[in-house]
């Protein structure tokens, strides 16, 4: 065999073997996780609007810049490894699949609204599965704008108090007549969970849980990072238990 074809062959074989690396998507590794941290996790799709996301996603985010405390291990989740497209256009590419990874435990779960909370993602059983599994051993489940509803679906909000965005609060209430939907706040904690109207009104929620888990000087520290003037007796909110 002369040198061309062994060249050929070595080619070809290094081909093969980096496209079977990508077709495995499973063992893929986006997410360098750090060793002592809250373990929080967003669940994103397509349609994920974008300051629901955003919003607590800096707030959290911004907690490894806080010296002396516990921070927060920030990572995204989608049902694939594919990037989602958000409502406004944005791609990100997804840390893990709840479909295809093993994901570390996790302490606190996100669910930012989406432009099909109110429908098909709603009738995606994978998805509700997913999100009623992980309820149940989280430490805190969160929920902006419509994402309460997918909370709903799950039935994670059974028994809770809840509020969601405030033009569908009628609809949550109509839809889900056993659940406590509050229509004069702008979140409400109730036990493990925390749902908010949404919007820009999803910072106050991410700072609260901050107070909650680190006190107030730590959250206005970190608001002040962001250039927001944090107050939790200025924000119209619930606390239930």
């Given at each position: 065999?002369?040198?061309?074809?062994?060249?050929?062959?070595?080619?070809?074989?290094?081909?093969?073997?980096?496209?079977?690396?990508?077709?495995?998507?499973?063992?893929?590794?986006?997410?360098?996780?750090?060793?002592?941290?809250?373990?929080?996790?967003?669940?994103?799709?397509?349609?994920?609007?974008?300051?629901?996301?955003?919003?607590?996603?800096?707030?959290?985010?911004?907690?490894?810049?806080?010296?002396?405390?516990?921070?927060?291990?920030?990572?995204?989740?989608?049902?694939?490894?594919?990037?989602?497209?958000?409502?406004?256009?944005?791609?990100?590419?997804?840390?893990?699949?709840?479909?295809?990874?093993?994901?570390p435990p996790i302490d606190v779960l996100v669910v930012?609204?989406?432009?099909?909370?109110l429908d098909s993602d709603r009738a995606d059983s994978t998805l509700i599965r997913w999100v009623r599994q992980?309820?149940?051993?989280?430490?805190?489940?969160?929920?902006?704008?419509?994402?309460?509803?997918?909370?709903?679906?799950?039935?994670?909000?059974?028994?809770?108090?809840?509020?969601?965005?405030?033009?569908?609060?009628?609809?949550?209430?109509?839809?889900?007549?056993?659940?406590?939907?509050?229509?004069?706040?702008?979140?409400?904690?109730?036990?493990?969970?925390?749902?908010?109207?949404?919007?820009?009104?999803?910072?106050?929620?991410?700072?609260?849980?901050?107070?909650?888990?680190?006190?107030?000087?730590?959250?206005?520290?970190?608001?002040?990072?962001?250039?927001?003037?944090?107050?939790?007796?200025?924000?119209?909110?619930?606390?239930?238990?």
């Amino acid at each position: 065999m002369n040198f061309k074809v062994i060249f050929l062959v070595l080619c070809l074989f290094s081909m093969a073997c980096k496209n079977a690396t990508v077709s495995n998507p499973a063992k893929r590794k986006y997410h360098a996780q750090l060793t002592d941290a809250y373990r929080v996790a967003f669940l994103i799709m397509d349609g994920t609007y974008n300051t629901e996301f955003t919003a607590p996603y800096d707030i959290f985010q911004h907690t490894r810049f806080r010296d002396g405390i516990k921070p927060m291990d920030v990572f995204t989740v989608a049902k694939s490894h594919d990037a989602i497209t958000t409502f406004e256009g944005v791609k990100v590419l997804p840390d893990y699949s709840y479909m295809l990874d093993s994901l570390p435990p996790i302490d606190v779960l996100v669910v930012p609204s989406a432009e099909h909370h109110l429908d098909s993602d709603r009738a995606d059983s994978t998805l509700i599965r997913w999100v009623r599994q992980v309820s149940q051993t989280a430490r805190y489940v969160t929920s902006h704008c419509d994402g309460a509803f997918i909370l709903a679906q799950a039935g994670v909000l059974n028994g809770h108090v809840c509020t969601t965005f405030p033009d569908d609060i009628g609809r949550l209430r109509s839809e889900y007549p056993a659940l406590d939907v509050r229509d004069d706040v702008l979140f409400v904690h109730d036990g493990p969970l925390i749902t908010s109207a949404g919007g820009a009104r999803s910072f106050d929620a991410a700072l609260y849980l901050c107070e909650r888990l680190y006190g107030v000087s730590v959250a206005r520290r970190i608001a002040e990072g962001l250039v927001i003037d944090w107050n939790l007796q200025t924000v119209p909110h619930l606390i239930v238990q």
